[in-house]
């Protein structure tokens, strides 16, 4: 059963998501990612299993489908 470990809703809906993650510097954008979103915040929660195929892809498992340009801002 789903709970949100963000605002505790137990709402959610199946969609695809896009990601970035950091890896040794590196930003790497992975898309069309399964996963639980929850109905109230929005937070997007994986299986273990999509956990585990992400973080293959993210270590170079596979070839990048293409690159991207990426604006980049700061705060501080």
């Known amino acids: ?13 199946k969609e695809l998501v896009s990601e970035v993650f950091q890896i040794d510097g590196q930003m790497i954008l992975v898309e069309r990612i399964p996963a639980a979103v929850c109905a109230r915040c929005g937070e997007a929660v994986f299986s273990r299993e999509t956990t585990e195929t992400v973080r293959k892809l993210a270590h170079r498992a596979a070839h990048p489908i293409r690159s991207v340009q990426m604006d980049v801002f700061a705060l501080a």
Do not use: Q
């Not at 059963?1 to 809906?13: L, P, T």
């Open 1 to 13: 059963m789903f709970r949100c470990h963000v605002c505790g809703s137990i709402e959610a809906r």
